[in-house]
């Protein structure tokens, strides 16, 4: 069995969702998405747009610029631009397929201040997680408009020509026999690689061994020692552990706090918590628990207690999951800490989003270069819907839609007792390596124990061992090779290479 296909997508996150939505508008038809779950999508609480009847004097210069700050100005200047330019047609896009904001009372639009930006832009929703409304409302109307979407097929392998071109990928779909899926254009919109660390904040169907998946196809990559690290992420009690707190509390006014009850922020932020970039909150946490002022689990206290109690519910999916765990924000200080949450790392793309390797694009979490070394909070829904929007026109641009694809053979491995033998020892080695705090004695011994298990016999037999083992490998010599301590990479060998935030975050 094989399908033909003018766009494949891999991956039915915001990102698929934006591209699929924006070439329907275009006129491209056959459009199909193949995923293998839901992605991190649902859970978007925050996401960043600049509209122009904003209160702030905000403009997407301005947001630009908080970006390239952010990211400490390791981002791609034209993509940031561009992204930042375009926030209102992104902005535009979800609200032409049905997607609704918080409104304030007097009619204007919600905006909350999450981490990493000068002014509040960042829209939501407050009876539901806004990526939840997200899909709600999108994905009918998709499937409505003539989108096919294959929602249990995982995408195995990426097909290329002898020239060097991509002519679709390899699916496995509902356990099923393998099949060729043949498109002149590929969107690989899989996700991030937070899961490759063992515990993260990702649900399980991002498994990050794409990144490896890329690399044998020869894709180029950018950024990889960039894993984001959410800062604030519930450490206790067992039903809420896992559970983001959000940055936005600190732009409602909540605040961080050390064993001895000390504001700690405060002493390399005297304006305050609100805004504050998230390697900062990282970085001084980690300050803290090295100290022994940390919490028992190796993070700190965030205090809501101040805040008013309908402050705290429009956040329902945190505030009844902390109640229902059996811990009430307005009477106790949370205990939270740095959990791996996103990726902003991936394959390197042009204007276009399209890759070194013509017809393979890539949009969302699956692309690098954009966030840099630190990303803003709420900007990986922005960054997801634009780089979908960008894409679908870039995909316009290039003509690719109508080059002939021939048939190649399936290929595909799996050999469930090499899974068995290595996925959780390469879990175990990520998590130990490619942590919040890194050194270059543990990213070496991480880099040989991959290297070791690339070259073992038996590697050979399965596909998502080896690209997990080759993933985990080219992070950790991204992260060896970065070696000064720079937003959410932190290399504690290397103390003298203070990181630059008082030059950074001005405001
Ligand atoms: C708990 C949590 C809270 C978050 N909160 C926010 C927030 O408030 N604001 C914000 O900006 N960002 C947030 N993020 C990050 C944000 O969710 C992601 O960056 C965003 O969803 C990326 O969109 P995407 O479309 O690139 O990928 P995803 O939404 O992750 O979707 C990836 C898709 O690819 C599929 N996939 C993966 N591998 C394969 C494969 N091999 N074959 C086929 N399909 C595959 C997945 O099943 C999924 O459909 C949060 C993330 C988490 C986990």
Known sequence: MSVR?????????????????????????????????????????????????NPYGDTPEQYAKDMLAAGYNIGNKELVNEMAANTLRGYELLCRWGVTFAHNEDGSIKLRHVSGHKYPRSLCQTTNLIGVEIERVMLPKLAEAGIEFH???????????????IEGFTVVEDGGEPYNVYAPVVVASWGGVGNLLGTSTYPDDVKGNTLGMAKQAGADLVDLEFIEFEPMVMMSPAGAVGEPCPTAMLGEGGYLLNSDGERFLLEVRPQGEAGAPKSLINHEIWKQVAKGKGNPHGGIWVDLRHIDIDVLKAY?????????????????LLEVGPMP????????????????????????????GIHGACRCAGNAASQATLSGLLCAEGIMRTGELNR???????????????????????QKIAGKALGVYRNGTELEAALKATDDIIKANDTAKDDLTLQTALAINLIAKAALNRKESRGTHNRTDYPESKPEYEKEFVF
Not at 341 to 368: M, P, Q, T, W
Not at 406 to 426: F, H, I, N, T
């Open 5 to 53: 296909h003018k766009v494949a997508i891999a991956g039915s996150g915001l990102a698929a969702l934006a591209t699929a939505a924006r070439l329907h508008e275009e006129g491209v038809k056959d459009i199909a998405i193949y995923a293998n779950g839901i992605g991190g999508t649902p859970y978007i609480a925050a996401i960043n747009f600049v509209l122009p009847e």
């Open 151 to 165: 929602r249990h097929a995982q995408v195995v392998n990426l097909l290329k020509n002898d020239n060097g071109k």
């Open 404 to 426: 002939e694809i021939s048939d190649s053979p399936v290929k595909y491995k799996r050999d469930d007792s090499v899974r068995a033998k290595y996925l959780g020892e390469l």
């Open 316 to 332: 329902p999916w945190f505030y009844d999951r902390l109640i229902k765990s059996g811990c009430d924000p307005k009477k106790e």
């Open 341 to 368: 949450h996103s990726f902003s790392g991936g394959i390197k793309v042009d204007r276009n989003y399209e890759s070194n390797i013509k017809g393979l694009f890539a949009i969302g979490e699956a692309c690098g």
